[in-house]
């Protein structure tokens, strides 16, 4: 099960990637009858792609949250058989979200051929929306990036800028931090490139500092130390 919990505002993405997220989800869940009309299967494959602790896991969460997919789940460390079992099993509850978390790794593990036959093999894989992820899409044969039956869009989900930082930073913070102080720490931020991730956890680290010293926030000297490359 998974908690239905975030909304699109809730992702720190640039809005251009947003509005392309959210169109491909719900283009997807309404095109049923024009895939089958035209003797199409009903799939699409969306692939994200950069460095962790950006937010992909976060878009995933949030799809799951904002539309009625069954999700299913295939980690890293599962074989040719579950993968098998899984693709089954997505297609009986469709619409199903097939989610393949750091498929760079698992494919390094795995029969590449075997997925590539699952993704556009003879059955008709209808009610699927294939999301993977992965850190490194080099990592990535062509066989598997660039055809546009197994991933139909790429998207690179990206480190935060300064202005993305400031804005995450503030979230975190609010009053405690100055937004002179917060515009100097997004700079660093972005000189440094932080992953989202990163600055959170500045913010729970400084807390920690603070709780510890019996303070209920941060002073910026916590902050200081807890943002040291």
């Known amino acids: ?6 909304i699109w505002d809730d992702l720190f ?16 869940l309404s095109s049923k009858d024009f895939y089958l009309k035209n003797k199409m299967p009903w799939k699409r494959g969306l692939l994200l792609y950069g460095k962790p602790g950006n937010g992909k896991t976060s ?20 074989s040719d058989d579950a993968i098998r079992d899984a693709f089954a099993y997505a297609e009986e509850q469709s619409p199903s979200l097939l989610y393949f978390e750091d498929l760079d ?3 390094e593990k795995n029969d590449i051929s075997s997925f590539l036959n699952l993704m556009d093999g003879i059955s008709a894989k209808n009610g699927l929306l294939v999301v993977a992820t992965a850190n490194e899409i080099k990592k990535l044969k062509p066989s598997i990036t660039d055809r546009p039956s197994r991933f139909d869009r790429k998207m690179e989900i ?8 400031f804005l995450y930073l503030k979230k975190w913070f609010g009053a405690t931090l100055s937004v002179k102080k917060c515009r100097d720490l997004s700079k660093y931020a972005e000189s440094y490139q932080f992953s989202y991730a990163y600055l959170k956890d500045i913010y729970i680290s400084s807390m920690f500092e603070a709780i510890s010293h ?8 916590d902050i200081d130390r807890k943002s040291v490359v």
């Open 13 to 28: 993405l640039p809005e251009n990637i947003k509005l392309e997220l959210k169109n491909l989800v719900e283009g997807f």
């Open 214 to 221: 019996n303070r209920k926030a941060p002073t910026e000297k």
């Open 59 to 78: 878009i995933i969460r949030t799809i799951m949250s904002m539309y009625n997919f069954k999700p299913v789940t295939i980690f890293p460390g599962a």
């Open 158 to 165: 990206p480190l935060p800028n300064q202005e993305m930082a």
């Open 1 to 6: 099960p998974y908690n239905k919990d975030l």
């Open 105 to 107: 790794s698992l494919l």
